[in-house]
């Protein structure tokens, strides 16, 4: 049974930080690159961050460049956000997903059911 | 650009055909992938790379290419196609994944 398994979302105040884990189990882990995605109350899906298979590449959207980090255990399947300087506009469903590639095709094909993330003062 | 840009929403008659499309600049290099989003649930793959299904979308799911426009089919839509409808595709420079705003469809 495939579970991505998002852990570590609450209710923070802004400038503060949280760490978000994505625990994987079912599928093959370490051969894969893996995303968060978030999406805001109420609007669409936001590309957040990726990092590579064995954790060598990381990159990230402009918004959050600077302030988040992701990272990755391959001996714990478990993939990580730490998030900080949070601001209001970070507030979101955080997901983590894996992806698939092969030259000029990507996807996600699993994904957690979700973190919900608040930052309020 | 690295935008991708989806008609905010669409409706379709219980059993007919519809199609939703994506438009981008990075859909001309990259095959887009398609994700079904219901209320309160995580996104689902339903196509990706040039007409693949996931184990488990129904084949009524088609998806095509043409330039810088990706278009995902429901041929014979069914209640529970009703959904929010997102596309993706790899971008480039400070955009290297992107989605589109998405679409939400509704079956009449």
């Known amino acids: 049974q495939v579970q991505l398994v998002e852990s570590g979302g609450g209710v923070v105040q802004p400038g503060r930080s949280l760490r978000l884990s994505c625990a994987v189990s079912?599928?093959?882990?370490?051969?894969?690159?893996m995303h968060w995605v978030r999406q805001a109350p109420g609007k669409g899906l936001e590309w957040v961050t990726v990092?590579?298979?064995?954790?060598?590449?990381?990159v990230y959207a402009d918004s959050v460049k600077g302030r988040f980090t992701i990272a990755r255990d391959n001996s714990r399947n478990t993939l990580y956000l730490q998030m900080n300087s949070l601001r209001l506009d970070d507030t979101a469903v955080y997901y983590c997903?894996?992806?698939?590639?092969?030259?000029?095709?990507?996807?996600?094909?699993?994904w957690g059911q979700g973190a919900l993330v608040t930052v309020s003062s | 650009s690295s935008e991708l840009t989806q008609d905010p929403a669409v409706s379709v008659a219980l059993g007919q055909t519809v199609r939703i499309t994506c438009q981008g600049d990075?859909?001309?290099?990259?095959?887009a992938s398609w994700y079904q989003q219901k209320p309160g649930q995580a996104p689902v793959l339903v196509i990706y790379?040039?007409?693949k299904r996931p184990s488990g979308i129904p084949d009524r799911f088609s998806g095509s290419s043409s330039g810088n426009t990706a278009s995902l089919t429901i041929t014979g839509a069914q209640a529970e196609d009703e959904a929010d409808y997102y596309c993706?595709?790899?971008?480039?420079?400070?955009?290297?994944?992107?989605f589109g705003g998405g679409t939400k469809l509704t079956v009449l």
């Open positions: 990092i590579s298979y064995d954790g060598s590449g990381k």
């Open positions: 993706n595709c790899r971008g480039s420079g400070s955009h290297p994944w992107v």
């Open positions: 990075s859909l001309s290099n990259f095959y």
């Open positions: 790379g040039e007409n």
């Open positions: 079912g599928i093959t882990f370490s051969s894969y690159a």
């Open positions: 997903a894996r992806e698939v590639s092969v030259t000029t095709e990507s996807a996600f094909d699993y």
